[in-house]
């Protein structure tokens, strides 16, 4: 009997062990996925672009469905979680000496020679690019690249209250990086640069780009203007000391918002993508002096928008064209509209720049972002978990590297047309004829853009446009 009664104890007690496992691993089962609030572990939480017309991608390059976030809970745990968050990611930042991820930037080992001199020009100083010195961390997976060129580039005004001088004293002064170079040209493109850049792919490195066509598209950016911002700053008559830059959205916070005047009275206006002008000018202005695209957002505009009225890029005197190049089709399609022919191949192959940009095809027109100042704004400002699963897709919107180019580059900013937090009130352009809701995608994190313009206006680094 006592032998039965210990069989059954023991019979007993392996049946409860079992069940007591196997509501364990039941409890560890993650749920089936679904929409939550995205975490993020760098600059605050939620992620809305200034819908500033920003393209969903190509069909080819499109990830599933199932992973667009359209997604309709609120901003991320309000803005005040979000400005705790970012105390706290910043905290972790400044315990890494900014110097230890800026490389003292290459200095082009092979000279001009062999550049087309029929482009070269020779206005004002030309900066100096130096070695590489340092390696990047090994801490941190190598697609994020957390080290970048520097260059000493003498700024273009003396503004004793600009962005430059008010940075150190925020939030931001750890993360910004005065001297990485915001737009690239000949003396960049170098063996060596190419080695180190073509392992970040699309708009972030040169990856897919061979070498042979940066020369070829670089050296005919050899002319100051080209790394330049505000390449006509010094022929402006009674100039202040500030330059004072409005950027502008196509969100639909700017319909009847009656700010156009008030843009079009900054020294420079910044806009992107299906930028819609005529029919809006009391709302939207009517200059641009700087436009930022890539070739794929702006065809895409064209078709998308062409009912609203957008028709190409706006065309003016005062207009520079800021290639955001996120494909070499961006490089070949900037080498035709400067060497005033048709491009040679890719998908605009035989395509004649003139219909996108006029006929005023001169050379200090057009500008080009580096690829190291695109890296930096995905690492240093916007660095999202989406970057893990789309690390090839995933970058800033181009309103965003437009704002932040500003930021970089102006000494006041006034942003307009940008995702507030009340962006459900109004439609996803202020051009649509009917309500647009906003739509989200896989490849950029546009939550955590709306979260950075209210820090940024907060830190008094912007003034961002918002209704009362």
């Known amino acids: 009997m006592a032998l039965q009664r210990r069989l059954v ?83 972790k930042v400044s315990k890494q000496k900014v110097e230890n991820n800026v490389l003292d930037v290459s200095k082009s080992s092979s000279s001009s020679d062999g550049l087309d001199k029929t482009w070269i020009r020779t206005k004002g100083p030309t900066p100096k690019p130096q070695w590489i010195t340092q390696a990047a961390r090994t801490t941190e997976p190598s697609y994020i690249g957390d080290t970048y060129m520097s260059e000493d580039v003498p700024p273009q005004t003396d503004c004793p209250d600009g962005i430059q001088s008010r940075v150190t004293q925020t939030e931001f002064g750890e993360r910004f990086l005065k001297n990485i170079p915001v737009l690239q040209w000949a003396k960049h493109v170098t063996p060596e640069q190419h080695q180190r850049l073509s392992r970040y792919p699309g708009a972030h490195g040169w990856g897919g780009v061979d070498y042979e066509t940066l020369v070829e598209t670089l050296s005919v950016l050899n002319s100051s203007a080209n790394w330049q911002m505000f390449d006509d700053w010094k022929d402006r ?3 202040p000391e500030c330059i004072r830059c409005a950027v502008v959205g196509n969100g639909g916070i700017l319909n009847n918002s009656k700010k156009g005047e008030e843009i079009d009275g900054h020294h420079y206006v910044f806009r992107t993508n299906g930028a819609v002008i005529k029919g809006f000018e009391k709302d939207v202005g009517s200059r641009t002096t700087h436009y930022t695209f890539s070739t794929n957002t702006m065809v895409n505009s064209m078709r998308s928008y062409a009912g609203a009225g957008y028709r190409g890029p706006p065309q003016s005197k005062e207009t520079r064209y800021i290639f955001l190049p996120d494909h070499d089709r ?27 940009f006029g006929e005023d095809l001169s050379i200090e027109k057009f500008k080009m972002y580096h690829p190291d100042f695109i890296r930096y704004l995905r690492n240093r400002f916007l660095r999202s978990p989406s970057l893990k699963k789309f690390r090839n897709i995933y970058r800033p919107t181009t309103g965003a590297v437009m704002l932040l180019a500003a930021l970089h580059t102006c000494s006041k900013v006034s942003a307009y047309g940008f995702m507030t937090p009340d962006y459900k009130s109004y439609s996803d352009h202020y051009f649509d004829i009917k309500h647009h809701p906003v739509a989200f995608f896989a490849n950029h994190d546009m939550r955590m853009e709306l979260i950075l313009w209210q820090q940024l206006h907060q830190a008094g680094l912007i003034q961002l446009y918002m209704h009362k």
Request: proline content about 5%; overall charge negative; hydrophobic content about 35%.
């Open 237 to 239: 008559s009674s100039k």
């Open 330 to 356: 961006d490089y070949l399609l900037m080498k035709a509209a400067v060497t005033h022919t048709r491009v040679e191949r890719g998908s605009e192959q035989n395509k004649d720049p003139s219909k996108y």
């Open 9 to 91: 104890v023991g019979v007993l007690t392996v049946i409860s062990l079992l069940c007591v496992y196997i509501l364990c691993v039941n409890l560890e089962v993650p749920l089936s996925w679904s929409l939550t609030p995205l975490k993020h572990d760098y600059t605050a939480g939620a992620s809305n672009v200034s819908r500033d017309s920003e393209e969903p991608l190509d069909s080819a390059t499109r990830p599933p469905s199932a992973l667009h976030f359209h997604i309709e809970h609120q901003v991320l745990h309000e803005h005040t979680h979000a400005t705790q968050t970012l105390k706290t990611q910043t905290s």
